[in-house]
């Protein structure tokens, strides 16, 4: 639920009320000795953060989607073989002249 700003016509105090956003808009003003009439003011509005996972959509890919990604893309090394041992070329046979 948001805060909403509200100015008093009357007497100029300016306030914040913690209001659902299907609710009645104030129309007096909450000081006894005034009773004025309010006007909501425009805000800004509060920034928002994204932090964390849960943001994109493979952040709720299975396991097993992220594995197999992975080995397609050659992402873990730790599933590789060892490379065999490497031997010498033998050498081409000469041609007969």
Known sequence: ??????????????????????????????????????????????GILFKGAGFYQTDYRSSSYQAASKAEKGGDKSETPAAAPSTPATPAPKAAD
Do not use: A
């Open 1 to 46: 639920m948001p805060n909403y700003d509200y100015e008093c016509q009357q007497c100029g105090k300016r306030f914040e009320v913690f209001q659902g956003m299907n609710d009645e808009k104030l129309i007096h003003c909450p000081d006894e000795n005034c009773g004025g009439q309010v006007k909501r003011l425009l805000g800004t509005g509060g």
